[in-house]
């Protein structure tokens, strides 16, 4: 029987999720040790972190997983957080393996999930509440130009783009070599003096 993501547990071995992929990041992955990592969702809103290690990935495990999609996910393991950036708050992690079982469902919500803060919040986060990614709403007021850098010294390509929301905040999104400004892989943001 499936259950909610709030429900997950490390005591038990055997679970039942449905759950919708509101974003997917180097899915399928690039290089042999890399892993695809996710941010999947209840009907209820909770949010989980999941990662596909390589070498989980296998005949009936979906390479082309889609984000807005829902799933029935099966046979995975609950683990602590492991992630650096974390996009959840919830106290586990998913990480599939080889016995790992995913198939498409119909939605079982049509909500998009968003879990939009207000600026006065991430201004004054605590410590805890900056350990966690979330996502905002605003007026977008200028555009950089596309620009390139390099990422720890490889020889990897990755572009980003400055934006500033009005009246508040100077923020970074950061893609892979496909980066277009719509997308929104990797945010981050600083105050702006608003004079």
């Known amino acids: 029987?499936?259950?909610?993501?709030?429900?997950?547990?490390?005591?038990?071995?055997?679970?039942l999720v449905f759950v919708k992929v509101l974003s997917i990041w180097n899915n399928p992955p690039k290089h042999p040790n890399d892993?695809?990592?996710?941010?999947?969702?209840?009907?209820?809103?909770?949010?989980?972190?999941?990662?596909v290690p390589t070498i989980a990935i296998k005949r009936n495990f979906p390479r082309e997983l889609r984000e807005g999609q829902?799933?029935?996910?099966?046979?995975?393991?609950v683990i602590p957080p492991s992630l650096p950036e974390r996009n959840s708050d919830?106290?586990?992690?998913?990480?599939?393996?080889?016995?790992t079982?995913?198939?498409?469902?119909?939605?079982?919500?049509?909500?998009?999930?968003?879990?939009?803060?207000?600026?006065f919040s991430i201004n004054n986060a605590s410590e805890e509440d900056k350990q966690y990614v979330v996502d905002v709403c605003g007026v977008v007021v200028s555009v950089s130009p596309v620009g390139k850098l390099l990422e720890g010294g490889s020889d990897m390509?990755?572009?980003?783009?400055?934006?500033?929301?009005?009246?508040t905040m100077k923020c970074y999104t950061q893609g892979d070599d496909e980066f277009t400004p719509s997308d929104d892989d990797d945010v981050f943001m600083e105050q702006v003096d608003s004079n």
Not at 101 to 119: A, G, H, L, T, W
């Open 35 to 51: 892993q695809t990592t996710m941010i999947l969702v209840d009907e209820t809103g909770q949010r989980i972190d999941a990662t």
């Open 101 to 119: 079982e995913v198939d498409p469902v119909r939605p079982k919500s049509q909500s998009e999930f968003f879990n939009c803060v207000d600026f």
């Open 70 to 77: 829902w799933y029935l996910f099966s046979e995975f393991d």
């Open 1 to 15: 029987m499936a259950v909610l993501l709030s429900d997950l547990n490390r005591r038990k071995k055997k679970w």
């Open 90 to 99: 919830h106290f586990y992690q998913i990480s599939c393996n080889r016995n």
């Open 157 to 167: 390509d990755s572009r980003y783009v400055t934006f500033t929301l009005k009246d």
